[in-house]
C-alpha cells in the first residue's frame, strides 16, 4: 500500500545535539513538507520541497534544514541551534502544480523530546 | 503573511448535539481543504473546496466556502463519539502548493 512512512516515531535529544527525522514517501508524490505541532496548536509550516533538489523556506525555518536528493525522501535535521525542539514532527505530501489541489497525506510523526 | 483562525478552540457536545467550526482567512483563498486528527494521530484530509459559495456533504458533515472566499465552516449534525477530535483548515492562495493551517477546534463528545 503507498503512503508516508516517518521514522522513528519517538526520538530523544540531549541539548547541543543534532537529530536528523526520516520521511519516506511512496506515492509518487512530486511535493513533500514538513510541518511543526505544539501541545494543543496548530500545524506550521517548517519547509517544503515542490521537486527534487529544491525546497523552500517555511514560517519557521530557523534552527531546521532540509535536503530531497531523492523523490521519496525528505529528511530533517533538528539542528542545535533550534532552541525548543521538542514538538511533534509531521511530513506530508502532495501532488503539485496549478489545478492538481489534492489534499496533503501526512505520515504518522516523530515526537521529539529535548532532555 | 497568511493567517488562518478558527473558532471555537475548544467545543464539548454531548452525544447527539451539533457542532460547528468557523475558519477565517486574512486573505483571498483559491482552495480551502479540511482535515481532521484524532488523539495522538495525524491530520487525515476530509475533502477540498474551490468555488465561492460552495457547499458539500458527507454524510454528517456539512462543508460551506464563503462567497468572498476568505472564510469556511465545517457544521456536523448530531455528533458521535467517533466525531472526537481536532478539525484544522488549510488554505491555499494563488495557484501554489502550500497550505497555511488553522488553528484547530478540538471537539470533545460527551456520553
Known amino acids: 500500500d503507498g503512503g508516508i512512512t516517518q521514522s522513528p516515531k519517538y526520538l530523544f535529544r540531549k541539548e547541543g545535539q543534532n537529530v536528523t527525522l526520516s520521511c519516506e514517501q511512496n506515492?509518487?508524490?512530486?511535493?513533500m513538507y514538513w510541518y511543526r505541532q505544539d501541545p494543543g496548536q496548530g500545524l506550521r509550516l517548517i519547509y517544503y520541497?515542490?521537486?527534487?533538489?529544491?525546497?523552500q523556506k517555511g514560517d519557521i525555518a530557523e534552527g531546521y534544514s532540509v535536503s530531497r536528493e531523492k523523490k521519496e525522501s525528505f529528511p530533517l535535521t533538528v539542528t542545535s541551534a533550534q532552541k525548543n525542539p521538542t514538538a511533534f514532527y509531521l511530513c506530508?505530501?502532495?501532488?503539485?502544480?496549478?489545478?492538481?489541489?489534492?489534499?496533503?497525506?501526512f505520515g504518522s510523526g516523530t515526537r521529539l523530546t529535548v532532555v | 503573511g497568511q493567517q488562518v483562525m478558527q473558532i471555537p478552540q475548544y467545543q464539548h457536545v454531548q452525544e447527539g448535539e451539533d457542532f460547528t467550526t468557523y475558519c477565517n482567512s486574512s486573505?483571498?483563498?483559491?482552495?480551502i481543504q479540511w482535515y481532521k486528527q484524532r488523539p495522538g494521530g495525524h491530520p487525515v484530509f476530509l475533502i477540498q473546496?474551490?468555488?465561492?459559495?460552495e457547499v458539500k456533504k458527507q454524510k454528517r458533515l456539512t462543508f460551506q466556502f464563503g462567497e468572498a472566499k476568505k472564510n469556511s465552516s465545517l457544521h456536523i449534525t448530531a455528533t458521535q463519539t467517533t466525531d472526537v477530535g481536532t478539525y484544522f483548515c488549510?488554505?491555499?492562495?494563488?495557484?501554489?502548493?502550500?497550505?497555511?493551517f488553522g488553528t484547530g477546534t478540538q471537539l470533545k463528545v460527551e456520553l
Open positions: 486573505t483571498t483563498l483559491s482552495n
Open positions: 473546496l474551490v468555488k465561492s459559495g
Open positions: 520541497s515542490q521537486i527534487v533538489n529544491d525546497f
Open positions: 506530508a505530501s502532495s501532488y503539485p502544480g496549478q489545478g492538481a489541489f489534492d489534499g496533503y497525506t
Open positions: 506515492l509518487n508524490h512530486d511535493a
Open positions: 488549510a488554505g491555499r492562495e494563488g495557484g501554489g502548493n502550500k497550505l497555511t
